[in-house]
């Protein structure tokens, strides 16, 4: 009795790493990521108003890596933190 080999997520299935840390989406996530920190610290030490929209921005540069890897949970986890984070603006 043979099994069948579970196939690899296309974004996986490239011969080197080297293709998927050059994608400029990566780039963006970890820009995104730095932002969303220090948004939080801002928030709590600095200004309210400024760290909610730094941790906007991150959100939003971050989307496209979790667009292009079909995250979809985390597409819909950072849409509900914009609006969150909207309301407060507004």
Partial sequence: MTL??????KFLQQKSVVGLVNSSDVTLRVIGSVFVILAYFIILHVSTT??????????????????????????????????IALSHLL
Avoid at 56 to 77: A, E, Q
């Fill in 4 to 9: 069948g080999r579970l196939q690899k997520p």
């Fill in 50 to 83: 400024f760290g909610v929209i730094l941790n906007m921005v991150g959100d939003t540069i971050s989307l496209p890596y979790f667009i292009r890897t079909k995250s979809w949970d985390v597409v819909i986890m950072i849409a509900f933190l914009l609006v």
